[in-house]
């Protein structure tokens, strides 16, 4: 069963009840993305498409979406033809590793990507298929999905993501170590009595070194 969703700015999300559902970290991402209607993105792990439509429908990015799983391509494809994003949006259905049987090395100008968080074998098995696959390492790998990122950008092409705190170091590692510079954090904290959970990562293709570091900034934990 999915739920309607008003996100604001004329947009509307089929949110589907029985898979993982968008929360902050999505929208946050989303609206973390530097970019205009002269880029082309391609969304990494989109599940049912909520940056995917963010990037197309407010900011008219031309936008490919890239899901592992078919039901949730489905309701990606629903999400794009409901908020009339056809002309700027599509869906390619395919593990995010394979990405170069369908988009050539270089094309994009941004990717971005919202991860499975936790490692796999860390309590995957007590969820549905679907959310463990969003939640855990199953089908992809932070290392895979940084290579994905290199593979598809451009010299100077941006890359977005977003983690759990505990990974920052290993995702700076990894994203140096592809030739994507770190330029840009944002630590993020559920209220101000809380310790931060989730950062914002903006790496640059071949960029100069030089870290900006923005103040730390309190986010709702679930999208309604």
Known sequence: MNKLVDLGNGLKFLQKQ????????????????????????????????????LLAG???????????QPQLCEVCKQNIELNGLTE??????????EIGKFLPAGCADIVVCNPPYR??????????????IARHEIKVTLSEVVEAAAYLLSTGGKFFTVNQTERLAETLCKCSAAR??????????????KMPHLFLLKCVKDGASGLIVERERVVKVEVD
């Open 88 to 97: 700027i949006a599509d869906v390619i259905n395919t593990p995010m590793q």
């Open 180 to 193: 994507l510079e770190p330029k840009k954090l944002q630590i993020l904290t559920p209220n101000d009595t």
């Open 119 to 132: 490692k796999k074998g860390s309590g995957e098995q007590q969820q549905n298929e679907a959310i463990a």
């Open 18 to 53: 029985d898979a993982f559902r968008f929360g902050c970290d999505g929208v946050e991402l989303a609206n973390f993305v530097e970019g205009g209607r002269n880029d082309y993105a391609v969304d990494l792990g989109s599940g049912t498409g909520i940056i995917t439509v």
């Open 58 to 68: 407010k900011r008219k990015i031309k936008t490919t979406a890239v899901e592992i």
